[in-house]
């Protein structure tokens, strides 16, 4: 219900998010949907996407420890997913609150609308890649087909990619809550949202093009 409503109706769930002195339920709520985007992450690992680097190793090691590594990074993705949504949720509420007075809690409450957003967007990413081969940076809802069009630069698609119709609904639902919540000109606001984003593709992008299987 916390969710619905905040995504369904942000101009007025976020009018009575700021005058309430207390959010009932927003840690338990916050902790479910971390523990979904540990399933996620892990059902995603389980299908095999993003695990090329194990297909190279399909005919140079036995099945026995095919399996082992095949386990191993469905583990290691769950974890990641465990980290990915506390980050998504504490990192962004953390960088509102210091440019503001206002509870942490009601940040907090906008990145679990993101959080979930960003599921959705990642249970579509896995949907093109089991049924149509597609990776991340192929999808239909990002800019990752023209920048691969535009150029050979990994680090220049991988950003691209960032840029998907999701993320710009984030940016729409988070600029919408911080503008409600502060109060500040629709130019502050912009920017805190905008720059924060930015800085984050930046950070995904970079993380994408590094190959950490070499640096085990």
Not at 10 to 31: C, F, H, M, V
Not at 96 to 106: G, I
Not at 160 to 185: N, P
Request: with cysteine; net charge positive.
């Amino acid at each position: 219900m916390m969710l619905l409503e905040g995504l369904k109706n942000p101009k007025y769930q976020s009018t009575i998010i700021r005058d309430s002195e207390r959010i009932r339920g927003l840690w338990w709520n916050a902790a479910l949907m971390v523990l979904a985007s540990t399933i996620v992450f892990a059902a995603s690992a389980w299908f095999g996407v993003g695990s090329e680097y194990l297909s190279r190793k399909l005919t140079s090691v036995s099945g026995a420890e095919y399996e082992m590594h095949k386990a191993l990074f469905i583990v290691g993705q769950a974890l990641w997913g465990l980290f990915y949504g506390t980050c998504i949720l504490l990192v962004p509420a953390l960088y509102f609150w210091s440019l503001s007075n206002v509870s942490l809690n009601k940040f907090l409450y906008l990145q679990f609308l993101v959080l979930a957003i960003l599921l959705v967007e990642k249970i579509v990413e896995v949907i093109l890649a089991v049924s149509f081969g597609l990776p991340d940076i192929s999808s239909p809802f990002s800019l990752g087909i023209l920048g691969q069009y535009l150029t050979n630069n990994s680090f220049i698609i991988s950003f691209l990619a960032c840029v998907t119709l999701f993320k710009l609904w984030i940016m729409a639902v988070q600029y919408r809550y911080v503008k409600i919540f502060t109060g500040r000109s629709r130019t502050s606001v912009l920017t805190m949202v905008v720059g924060l984003n930015i800085a984050l593709w930046l950070l995904s992008a970079l993380f994408s093009i590094i190959k950490f299987e070499k640096l085990v």
